[in-house]
T-cell receptor
Framework: QKEVEQNSGPLSVPEGAIASLNCTYSDRGSQSFFWYRQYSGKSPELIMSIYSNGDKEDGRFTAQLNKASQYVSLLIRDSQPSDSATYLCAVDTGRRALTFGSGTRLQVQP | DTGVSQDPRHKITKRGQNVTFRCDPISEHNRLYWYRQTLGQGPEFLTYFQNEAQLEKSRLLSDRFSAERPKGSFSTLEIQRTEQGDSAMYLC????????????FGSGTRLTVV
């Protein structure tokens, strides 16, 4: 079992819709959770962090964390073609460096 | 420029040659990380430093790989006797002395071994 699992996609949504990206992790001791956006050929860019159960909103982005179920999700409201990218989930297990999932590719159709 | 800087951006080398990459982290960050990313995969951890101390190395880091961070500032990653399987994007990131704030990545060095 991978430490951090994501559906590779692609997830295709129409412009203006809500995109929902999910991530599960295996280590119950994980403490901090991050979402990175990566455009093709570019490096990852931090867009959200979440540490406590519940929702955290930042503009069009909402991160959701459920530690009991060991999942974290990212919602993107009013999706734009510029949101088309790969979204990486990263988890801090407290042991060493962040562990990344393989990413979900999002395509927003105009 | 206050971001993480990596050099070179691209490197093409022949199999068996040695290559060295450089990373200059954000000056306030005392942690520095090296990751490797191949197409369709997320970044894989290689090693990290807190100041000049190399605190952990991944099993992925064979004895052909070595990293240094003299004086706790910039870091170098050297790959000796490169193999075609080493072709990847090598990403450097830096952070404050806790993972809780996430990392800032550099633009990466794309290595192609021919």
């Amino acid at each position: 079992q991978k430490e951090v699992e994501q559906n590779s996609g692609p997830l295709s949504v129409p412009e203006g819709a809500i995109a929902s990206l999910n991530c599960t992790y295996s280590d119950r001791g994980s403490q901090s959770f991050f979402w990175y956006r990566q455009y093709s050929g570019k490096s990852p860019e931090l867009i959200m962090s979440i540490y406590s159960n519940g929702d955290k909103e930042d503009g069009r982005f909402t991160a959701q964390l459920n530690k009991a179920s060991q999942y974290v999700s990212l919602l993107i409201r009013d999706s734009q073609p510029s949101d088309s990218a790969t979204y990486l989930c990263a988890v801090d297990t407290g042991r060493r460096a962040l562990t990344f999932g393989s990413g979900t590719r999002l395509q927003v159709q105009p | 420029d206050t971001g993480v800087s990596q050099d070179p951006r691209h490197k093409i080398t022949k199999r068996g040659q040695n290559v060295t990459f450089r990373c200059d982290p954000i000056s306030e960050h005392n942690r520095l990380y090296w990751y490797r990313q191949t197409l369709g995969q997320g970044p894989e951890f290689l090693t990290y430093f807190q100041n000049e101390a190399q605190l952990e190395k991944s099993r992925l880091l064979s004895d052909r790989f070595s990293a240094e961070r003299p004086k706790g500032s910039f870091s170098t990653l050297e790959i000796q006797r490169t193999e075609q399987g080493d072709s990847a994007m090598y990403l450097c990131a830096s952070s404050f002395p806790t993972d809780s704030y996430g990392y800032t990545f550099g633009s990466g060095t794309r290595l192609t071994v021919v």
